[in-house]
């Protein structure tokens, strides 16, 4: 696939969120924390999160320039 997506981290056994991610590749991604897994979120689009959240613009750069980037949680 060719374009930028979104994956979050969750747990396997109470599917709770950790980090998210992007990258063009579930490939490239780190490894998850231990008990999570990497999860791709179906429908997104870069161009509508960075409408809602311009600072996502960095994020997205560094992923486009490293393969991925981990967004920080607030």
Known sequence: MNRLQKFVEQDAATDQPGR??????ATVLPEPGAGFDWRPVVGFSAG?????????????????????AIASRD
């Open 48 to 68: 509508d999160e960075v409408l809602k959240d311009p600072a996502l613009k960095t994020v997205f750069q560094t992923a486009i320039k490293r393969g991925f």
């Open 20 to 25: 998210t991610a992007y990258a063009f590749n």
